[in-house]
């Protein structure tokens, strides 16, 4: 498909952490945008937020994402989408808690896309690295993943213990069995057209999104996920010993996640392609050392018997493919540490 460069983008879950991001950066690329969220008052701080835009920014309410039809009409004159919405749940105790939203969201967003395929372009989901990751047993070599992976561990684990099956292992699936119904669906669906379908899919698959908010947080209680672990472990300083200078695992900042959304819409050959949209790989402790050069505030951790050479990865993800095809560059430790904490001293939430 041609690059897009212009015309009327949905983004789904617009309210979210990535998704304000993405907002910003296709406003400020005169794309117009229709956010899609669940109720009217979730959308009344996207317009205020984005209020020197005027009518390129449109809000419409979808309360139930898993409905037939449910994006039919955002859909509709749309030159593309952007799929972020989706279930965050880690503690169900029925996998389909979690399971059946993730994969019926997904689905009925695609049916709208081809319901509207005069429009649309292309399609872009975020997935995640739970669909890619096999998690690693004990023992096993530490080992750098790829697109070409897929988490199978998580999906048998269900299938086998049902709610039995560990919370994490529950969420993985989640997030595989959603992709991998996105990519059967456009193959399905393009056999049926002959081979054409008019738009095509790019999959996005970050690992842990950390950096500073966009989206509503009027109080420190009021926001959670990872950007919440990155506040209790920096800036709380609530993490010792190995899950300080340890344990290591690979990262990416919010807004490159959302900067790798436009990229995929302005990258002709993104399309049908899947992305690891990865910054590089962390221990908690390289957060803490960059955050306590830009505040005083800042628990020291463990900077004195920290060692660099003993940091332990047993999993961490290539984004070679990013690099290449989108072009993307992505931010350091240092730079998302310093944007974080200043984001937080202004909203004074540092201690």
Not at 121 to 127: A, D, E, L, N, P
Not at 183 to 202: C, I, N, P, Q, Y
């Amino acid at each position: 498909m041609p690059a897009i460069t212009s015309g009327r983008v949905l983004v789904t879950g617009a309210n979210g952490y990535v998704a304000v991001w993405a907002l910003k950066y296709l406003l400020e690329r005169s794309f117009t945008v229709r956010g899609a969220v669940r109720s009217e008052s979730k959308g009344v701080y996207l317009k205020e937020l984005f209020k020197e835009h005027g009518d390129k920014l449109e809000i419409i309410v979808i309360a139930d994402i898993t409905k037939t039809g449910a994006f039919d009409a955002a859909a509709k004159d749309a030159d593309a989408i952007l799929h972020i919405a989706s279930p965050v749940i880690l503690d169900a105790d029925d996998p389909n808690d979690v399971i059946v939203p993730a994969v019926l969201g997904t689905s009925r967003l695609l049916g709208s896309a081809l319901e509207n395929r005069a429009t649309v372009k292309r399609v872009v989901i975020t997935s995640s690295v739970a669909a890619i990751v096999t998690p690693p047993a004990p023992g096993d070599a530490p080992r750098v993943y790829s697109e070409e992976d897929w988490n199978e561990v998580s999906v048998k684990e269900v299938e086998t213990k049902g709610r039995a099956a560990a919370p994490m292992h529950k969420y993985r699936a989640s997030k595989v069995l959603a992709e991998r119904s996105a990519w059967e669906f456009v193959e399905r669906e393009k056999s049926k057209l002959g081979g054409e379908l008019g738009w095509d899919l790019v999959v996005l698959n970050p690992p842990f999104v950390y950096g500073p908010l966009l989206h509503e947080a009027p109080t420190l209680d009021a926001f959670s996920g990872t950007v919440r672990h990155w506040y209790d472990h920096v800036v709380k300083g609530d993490l010792s010993g190995d899950a300080l200078v340890k344990d290591g695992y690979d990262w990416v900042d919010v807004r490159d996640v959302a900067h790798a959304e436009v990229l995929s819409l302005l990258t002709p050959n993104a399309g049908g392609e899947r992305f690891i949209i990865r910054g590089g790989p962390y221990v908690w402790q390289k957060f803490v050392n960059a955050a306590r050069r830009y505040s005083d505030k800042i628990p020291s951790g463990e900077v004195e018997t920290y060692d660099p050479k003993k940091e332990v990865y047993p999993i961490s993800y290539s984004n070679e493919k990013s690099q290449r095809i989108l072009g993307i560059k992505y931010r350091t430790i240092e730079e998302t540490a310093k944007d974080s904490i200043a984001d937080f001293e202004a909203r004074g939430w540092l201690p």
